[in-house]
Each structure stands twice: as structure tokens, then as C-alpha cells.
């Protein structure tokens, strides 16, 4: 069989921006979630094990906040760019590196997303390494139903962890030709050296909010929120 070669291989960085229109909240930003909570007591393993009521409860609260917010223009673009590759209506091929744990994405339609920082409806077991889907609350003595031990923790990447897929992602990035960032600070690494790896081989294009305070790395940046600017730059 003759195998796909792609005109051209994209590859687009998500963040907590492209789901703020959502009614998510970002991080960093004047009353994001860092305004109302340390890093340090729900974002690190070790702020797990001093107090995993409270970590769990920022989780149950998030995940119950993600129940009601649906996928916006900004997520449609990017699936409906991911369908116009499927169709044959573009010589393309599209991966989604999202930071972000939120499953906006995949209900806008798009198919092939990687959460590097894991994902809020999942639970992972430190006992048996199961990771089935959660849609409730997920409490310290809740317990794991593959192995009924009360092991269970987020599913999502902390602070001093090591991000997931990697090798698929530093696949991506070797090869691709065009790296899009969408409404992330740019602060949390390794995401943030992405476009660092990629500029001497791929053009590059940030979509922010804000226009950059320092010098970018870019060779171009799009100012705008991302429900008018990522339809606009798909189009
Ligand atoms: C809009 C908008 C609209 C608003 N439209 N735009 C010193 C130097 C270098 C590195 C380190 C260091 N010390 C420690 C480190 C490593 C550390 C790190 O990077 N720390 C930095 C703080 C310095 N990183 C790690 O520990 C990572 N692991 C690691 O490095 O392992 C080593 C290793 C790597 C690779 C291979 C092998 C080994 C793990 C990082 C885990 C991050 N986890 C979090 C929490 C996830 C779960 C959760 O959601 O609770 O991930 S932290 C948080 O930040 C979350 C996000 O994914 C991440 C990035 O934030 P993001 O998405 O950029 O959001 P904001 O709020 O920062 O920005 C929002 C942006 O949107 C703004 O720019 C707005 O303007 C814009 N915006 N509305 C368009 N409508």
C-alpha cells in the first residue's frame, strides 16, 4: 500500500487559553488558579502526600466544573482542519499536544490529541497502575475498581514529574514543518522549549491573548482571543 506523505505535517500546542471561553480557568492569569491556590499544596507530589484530601478536592471541583463547559469555536477549528485531512481536502496532518487536562478536544471532534499532562477523567492507581475513567468525585479512601485498594490519585502530570508521551511528541516535532502554540504562557517545561527544538526546520506561529512581553522565538504572533483567531488562522 502507498503509504500517506503529507504535504504538511502541523503540529499545535495547546493551553489553558484555548479553553478559557470555555469558562475554564488558566493558571497564570489575573484570577487564574494559582491566584486562589499554591503551587506547592495541589500541584506537586509531595503537596499529595502532605494533604491528599485537599488535592483531591481541587480535582473534584475542576472535573465537576468540567462537566458543564463545553468545547468552543477555537476547539472546533482544530478538529474541523483534523476532518478536511481525513476528507482528503487537505494535504495534511494534524497532532494536538495539549497541556491542558481538560477533554474539549476530543468532544469537539478532534481524534488524535496527547495529553502530556495527563487528564482530568482519569484516576491512576499507585497499587495495580490501572488508570480507568472518572467522572465523579474521587476521594483518598475511594477505591480502585480493578483492585479495590484506596490507592488512587489524579491522572495528571505534577510538578517534578515527568510528562507523558514524550517519544511520540519529540517524533512529531523532528518532523513537522509548521508548530502553532494556542493560549499558553509559555512557562512550563518541556513544553516551553518546544519551539526551540523546531525553528531551524518549521515555521512558527504564536495565538495568544496577550501580545508577548519579551522577545519571542516566533516568527510570527497572532494577538487575539482564541475563538477569533484560531478560526480565522484555519481558514
Ligand atoms: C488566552 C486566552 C484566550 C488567556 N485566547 N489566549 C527551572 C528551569 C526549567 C525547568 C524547571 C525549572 N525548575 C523546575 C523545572 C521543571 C518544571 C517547570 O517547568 N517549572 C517552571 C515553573 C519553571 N517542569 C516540570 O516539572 C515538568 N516535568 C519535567 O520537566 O520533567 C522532567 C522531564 C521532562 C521531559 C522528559 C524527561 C524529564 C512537569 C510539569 C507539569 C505541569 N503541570 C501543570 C498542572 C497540570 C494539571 C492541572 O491542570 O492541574 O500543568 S502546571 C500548569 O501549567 C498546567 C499547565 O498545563 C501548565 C502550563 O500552563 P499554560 O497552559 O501555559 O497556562 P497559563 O495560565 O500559564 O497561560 C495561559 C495563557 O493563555 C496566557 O499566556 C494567556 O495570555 C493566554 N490566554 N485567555 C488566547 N481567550
Excluded at 480507568?132 to 488512587?152: N, Q, V
Amino acid at each position: 500500500m502507498k503509504q500517506h506523505d503529507p504535504a504538511e505535517r502541523l503540529v499545535v500546542l495547546t493551553g489553558a487559553g484555548i479553553s478559557r471561553e470555555s469558562g475554564l480557568e488558566t493558571f497564570r492569569d489575573a484570577g487564574g488558579l494559582w491566584n486562589r491556590h499554591d503551587i506547592a499544596d495541589v500541584c506537586t507530589p509531595q503537596g499529595f502526600r502532605r494533604d491528599p484530601m485537599l488535592v483531591s478536592r481541587f480535582y473534584n471541583e475542576r472535573r465537576a466544573e468540567l462537566a458543564h463547559a463545553e468545547p468552543n469555536a477555537a476547539h472546533r477549528a482544530l478538529a474541523t482542519l483534523e476532518q478536511a485531512a481525513r476528507d482528503g481536502r487537505w494535504n495534511g496532518e494534524l497532532l494536538i499536544v495539549t497541556q491542558n487536562i481538560d477533554d474539549l478536544h476530543e468532544r469537539a471532534g478532534s481524534r488524535d490529541v496527547v495529553h502530556m499532562h495527563g487528564e482530568l477523567r482519569r484516576v491512576r492507581c499507585l497499587s495495580c497502575g490501572a488508570t480507568p475513567e472518572w467522572l465523579g468525585d474521587c476521594l483518598p479512601d475511594t477505591p480502585c475498581p480493578a483492585c479495590h485498594r484506596p490507592t488512587l490519585r489524579p491522572d495528571i502530570v505534577w510538578f517534578g514529574e515527568v510528562p507523558l508521551h514524550m517519544e511520540r511528541i519529540a517524533a512529531a516535532l523532528a518532523a513537522c514543518d509548521r508548530f502553532v502554540t494556542i493560549g499558553t504562557s509559555g512557562t512550563v517545561y518541556p513544553a516551553a522549549g518546544f519551539v526551540a527544538e523546531v525553528r531551524d526546520h518549521a515555521d512558527t506561529l504564536d495565538i495568544n491573548l496577550e501580545a508577548p512581553a519579551t522577545p519571542t522565538l516566533f516568527d510570527r504572533t497572532l494577538v487575539g482571543p482564541a475563538t477569533r483567531m484560531v478560526p480565522r488562522w484555519v481558514a
